[in-house]
């Protein structure tokens, strides 16, 4: 009851119109015996203005939530706020209510006080703020002295305020406004400060190490919102400021969920990275990143010579110097005999129900047990596994996850239309897709949908699901055998975004005996190439060091420990010297021999 109280405010504010609830009249409280009259009465107000109002919390003691919904860049709606706010009060006095039955008066109600409480009243109010504050210091504006509540030289959109569109990478449809939509899709954030949370959920990260407003999704949203109008100067969202505000967003998705507008900072950031890429030349740093899955077969094929990096004394320093990776951890271990192409049929063997497993580049290469593991798994629970080849180019494919980090959108956009195209008439037949790494498996439900723009990418969205979400949905019967132990497990940021921890834990219970303990954590600091960076490593390592490694060094050694992300089971291997399990692998070790 107390999440269905709260997602209330979160539906409210999500409008993705550019009229929006307005707090004005937010909080005003009468008898309840007077509350059904009053609420008819408020309601003809708001049509005499030609809006509506939205209505939540507090019936039961007589205080409403009402929020008109207005667009605060029209001088008309300014306009019926001042009206509304006006009949509001009046009829609030009628009633012998009070005007904030809940929260302060602030800017926004404290021109009324003398209506509300008397002349003689707010001249007392003046005396004690000129007694104890007669520099004006604090809170200036406040209940004394205060502004004209609908004064737009204060508003955020200020008289003049103007976006002037541009060419996006990414399709911002769903929202309002210039630039396709984003300017709309920034102007989601209302302020109300959620990401600066520092417990509880996962938003923001970033904040929570530094503490810096910049460093949260409100800071880096209304630094969006003022390159968008030209506050900032021209190419602000190209600039190095920009560039700067942007660097310590890990891209969790958290804000997409958690903050009650679903601001989408890490969609947000894909557009300045590519502006940020079109302007200047990738680094070596970035381009390694960026085409890891072209190079991942030849590094494979060089796994011992790569792994050079880390056992010969001084060789990581000299890496960190030219490639830009840092030299205080390991860099991930590339495997000779890694996943390939022919260990599964580029078909259904009509074999059971048929599915397809998406094999992504970090999996493939750099864990490829976790991909066999997975196909014995699910042909043990009587699936079909079968994985589709392109039709075209040789090399697997890829969300174009790396590519999209970078900047690089077109390439990103050509790999999300090769795999589209692979997948679509299987996804077209009604045929599941699953992968392992959340970030390659959800993108196929975010980013590539958000790239293409067209039905065919909307189909492969819809059959795309987590290995557990297939298994949690159609409950196979596995034969797993019983186990004594306890376990931990860290869900990936991208899976809390989707809500998509559960299934994880809804399958590990099918493992009899097993006691699993999901960590409550933020992100785990090494969001893909981010803990590997230079300047981001010590962020990174705090990121980690907040929830998630202490939990882990505590727990006793036998204790499993359970990571679905390949960026998290490396975080945990580097900061706590303990090997995380994808939950595949995990129910692979608990298979009954059959013979």
Known sequence: ITEMRKSGLNIMMSMKAEAKPVSFVEDCAVELSDLAEYTDQLTRIFEKYGTTGTWYAHASVGCLHVRPVLNMKRG??????????????????????????????????????????????????????????????????????????????????????????????????????????LQGAVEMCNNNGNCRKLTGGVMCPSFRVTRNEIDSTRGRANSLRLALSGQLGADALASPDMAETMKLCVSCKACKRECPTGVDMARMKIEVTALQAEKNELSWHDKLIAHIPDYAAYAAWLAPVLRL???????????????????????????????????????????????????????????????????????????????????????????????????????????????????????????????????CLLALRDEVPALLNDAAAAKVAEMALTFEELLSRDKPKIPLKKATGKALLHGHCHQKAFDVVRPIEEVLSWIDGLEVTSIETSCCGMAGAFGYGISSYDISMQMANANLLPAIRNADPDHLIIADGTSCRCQIKDGAQRTAKHVALVLDSHLEDID
Not at 99 to 119: K, L, Q, T
Request: charged share 25%; proline share 9%.
């Open 309 to 439: 990096r880390d056992m010969i004394p001084g060789a990581a320093w000299i890496s960190e110097k030219i490639i830009g990776f840092t030299a205080k951890r390991p860099l991930p271990k590339w495997q000779r005999n890694w996943f390939r192409p022919d260990e599964l049929p580029a078909t259904p063997s009509h074999g059971g129900a048929p599915v397809i497993l998406f094999a992504d580049t970090f999996n493939r290469y750099l864990e490829p047990e976790n991909l066999r593991a997975a196909v014995r798994v699910l042909r043990a629970a009587g699936y079909d596994v079968f994985a589709p080849l392109p039709t075209k180019a040789k090399q697997p494919l890829c969300c174009g996850r790396t590519f999209l980090s970078t900047g690089m959108v077109d390439r990103a956009r050509a790999e999300a239309r090769r795999l589209v195209t692979t997948f679509l008439p299987f996804a077209e037949a009604g045929i599941p897709i699953i992968g392992l790494e959340p970030s």
């Open 76 to 181: 008309e709606d300014v306009a019926a706020m001042r009206g509304i706010a006006e009949e509001t009060f009046d009829l609030v006095k009628r009633y012998g209510g009070s005007h904030s039955g809940e929260h302060g008066d602030g800017i926004a109600r404290s021109e009324f006080n003398a209506v509300m409480f008397g002349p003689k009243m707010a001249g007392l109010f003046a005396d004690v703020k000129q007694m104890f504050d007669p520099q004006n210091i604090m809170n200036p504006g406040k209940i004394t002295n205060a502004p004209k509540m609908d004064d737009r030289h204060l508003f955020r959109f200020a008289p003049g305020y103007k976006v002037n569109s541009f060419p996006t990478k990414l399709n911002w449809s769903a929202w309002p406004g210039a630039a396709g939509g």
